[in-house]
């Protein structure tokens, strides 16, 4: 049963005494409708789509604007779900206010890792597994950087620098 966004009082009544059968202790409201979505997670979703396309402009966009650190966190982790998150992308979007970070399974090395853990130097938890060009000299750096650092997210035994 599909359900009309805009109800009259006495449909929300009959539908909150249905609920309410069912089990439900859902609190009904006078307009029972999604919240839109926000205009920045819809450009953020164009640019998901589309990030392929645009990646090699970002680089240009990124460094000759300011993004919020909440976007440029978006875009890391747009980027590392394509699987395109590298150590310029993410040096040049690290923000000194992230606490969160994950690069897991991305083409992150020592080098970017140890940049942005000179950036961010206030990261709580980092994810690093499935990263294959990370080694024992990178998490020094991390742990040496941000001191912060509660989670660190390996997912296998590091490799030694060759």
Not at 22 to 35: C, D, N, P
Not at 66 to 90: G, T, W
Not at 117 to 130: E, F, Q
Request: overall charge positive; aromatic content about 6%; hydrophobic content about 40%.
């Amino acid at each position: 049963m599909q359900q009309q966004p805009y109800k009259n009082n006495n449909t929300i009544l009959q539908s909150a005494l249905y609920k309410r059968s069912l089990g439900s202790v859902k609190a009904v409201t006078s307009l029972e409708m999604e919240k839109p979505q926000s205009l920045v997670n819809l450009c953020l979703g164009v640019l998901a789509q589309h990030f392929e396309d645009i990646f090699e402009d970002l680089h240009n966009i990124a460094a000759n604007l300011s993004f919020p650190p909440e976007i440029k966190m978006a875009l890391a982790a747009i980027a590392r779900r394509k699987k395109l998150l590298n150590d310029d992308f993410l040096v040049l979007l690290a923000g000194s206010s992230w606490e969160i970070l994950d690069v897991s399974g991305s083409d992150v090395s020592d080098f970017g890792l140890e940049k942005v853990a000179k950036i961010c130097k206030s990261l709580r938890a980092v994810d690093i597994s499935r990263c294959s060009k990370i080694t024992r000299c990178g998490v020094s750096e991390l742990v040496s950087h941000c001191r912060s650092l509660e989670i660190l997210r390996c997912g296998f035994p590091l490799r030694e620098v060759v």
